[in-house]
């Protein structure tokens, strides 16, 4: 299933060691790394612990290390007492309350810095103004946001009341908003008028209008940030303005104090089945693990601008926005728009202008930005970056050594970070001033975290040739605690396989020679569009619930700068279209699957065909179809199928 993608990588040979000038100034130096290693595999568990007590501020400290009890259902420091805003903010007050929290540029160029002081005021009087609307502590409260310092105030409020939220990326459609406010039975939505992107405004109200309208029982009241200024509607008794609400309230909250393993937040992902899950995060765990990584892999010094360029609605905006900086005591910058917006030398320009030291992003965006050439980027000074990071989905060598030599000027270490949304913070990662880089590969698992490469019998894998399962196979403080609701799919979903062993993360990789770990892409129905997670069982609902379509088959094919895109196979009720029927449908379908599930899961490629390949049994053969969707040599034996001959329809020949 693996072997033309360990094929290429194997000849990616090159290694790039630690820059000097780096390596000396940096954080975690060789022998640090290796007495954190050493510490970690000589009692996992009492690493942890030192880590918990020293680098998270209790209220009640904690007596319980891990509780394997219920195993996989781990449980970490569950008998301590804390509050994730409180460790985000307040501990920060005394020696850095006037340092910048949040540096933010607005699309259409607006800029304003709030301090970690400032910051605190905005987030207490917001979580004043929840506690004003009855919302309690374990009450869910969804936020709809553009990426606004509000989202943050937002998040970090609910945090502070011991609310749990469960943030909904504002691409998504009011569909799939509603589908996730049901799942959640959230009291409030958080959302705005709209935001700006590529120069339009994106109409987030509205959005949450429709998809309260036929459902959303759960939700009483919607609280409204005024960013575009552009005319919603309000519904009396339901919705109020950001402004009002927090009108007249206190800016000093007490934190509420919340047993560690108290969820912080749900966060919906796709998987291989239709219905998105609830990925629910612990406090005390997640927080810790995303501290800790952004300390080690992100060399977080006093005077470093921290750039992480995810949307908040993405694990990676939760993590490396929201919180594992902010309870690093960083400063960082929040940009709100299109990286291409005005132009392509947007990205670049901020850097500029805001004095970014590390810069943090997905290589969609690098593929993107690099096919415009290198004259933006040279446009600008850059000078200031001292560190780069990539997140999201493999990095292709090409793309890697453009970011290293036009952004980083070879100057730059990149830091090339495996993790999921389940894992909660960075698993795999070069730590900067120790690790030699290779082009696509993420290295090395972090202190802590034990991964390994294992065959379908559970066995680990030493080959360099062979690829296998991705597992962990010793529960970490930030992993996932369960799917909100459904535990009995958090067991089979990611522990089953083996027997409840390991942590299946559902991609497959190998390891090289020299032990680094190189991501081979989902072992299952998942596809990854501009770094995007979707679910082909998500797509394909989406198609059949329009009226001239009776069955679909979605896989990806490889593209230049998604990385993969939608290729949807298609069976209509009636007769087959062809033509300029076909064209009219398939424009059809792509609006009508963007409404349903948000723009990007349009599809890039539909074609139509009288029926699908399938097996005796009834399974589609995705393999198969994937590989005439990539126009790749067909391996399947198609001789069992009922009709061979539609091979050539489904090729578009026919
Ligand atoms: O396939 C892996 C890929 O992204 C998946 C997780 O997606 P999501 O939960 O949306 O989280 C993305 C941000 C953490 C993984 O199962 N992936 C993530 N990072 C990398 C990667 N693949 C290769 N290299 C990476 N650095």
Known sequence: MTDTNIESILHENRSFPPPQDFAAKARITPAELAALATEAQRDNVGFWTRLAREELSWHTKFKQALDDSQAPNYRWFADGILNASYNCLDVHLAANGDKPAIIFEGEPGDSHTLTYRQLTVEVCRFANALKAQGIEPGDRVVIYMPMVPEAIIAMQACARIGATHSVVFGGFSANSLRDRINDASARMVITADGGWRGGKSVEL?????????????????????????????????????????????????????????????????????????????????????????????????????????????????????????????????????????????????????????????APTALRALMKLGNELPAKYDLSKLRLLGSVGEPINPEAWIWYHTVIGKQRCPIVDTWWQTETGAIMASPIPGVTATKPGSCTNPIPGIDMAIVDDEGHVISNPDQGGWLVVRKPWPGMLRTIWGDNARYLSNYWARFGNRYYVAGDTAHQDQDGYFWCLGRADDVLKVSGHRLGTMEIESAFVAHPHVAETAVVSRLHEIKGESIFAFVVCRGTRPTGADADRLAAELREFVGKELGAIAKPDDIRFADNLPKTRSGKIMRRLLRAIARDEEITEDISTLENPAIVEQLRGRT
């Open 205 to 361: 109200k509205a959005a949450v209008d429709a998809a309260l309208a036929d459902s959303g029982r759960s939700v009483e009241k919607v609280i409204v940030f005024k960013r575009t200024g552009e005319p919603v509607a309000m519904r009396e008794g339901r919705d109020l303005w950001w402004s009002d609400a927090v009108k007249g309230q206190r800016d000093r909250c007490e934190p509420a104090w919340v047993g560690a393993e108290h969820p912080l937040f749900l966060l919906y992902t796709s998987g291989s089945t239709g219905k998105p899950k609830g990925i629910q995060h612990s406090t005390a765990g997640y927080l810790l693990s995303t501290k800790l990584s952004s300390q080690w892999v992100f060399d977080l010094r006093d005077d470093d601008v921290f750039w992480c360029t995810a949307d908040i609605g993405w694990v990676t905006g939760h993590s490396y926005v929201c919180y594992g900086p902010l309870a690093a005591g960083a400063t960082i910058v929040m940009y709100e728009g299109a990286p291409m917006y005005p132009d392509g030398g947007r990205f670049w320009k901020i850097c500029e202008k805001l004095g970014v030291t590390i810069f943090y992003t």
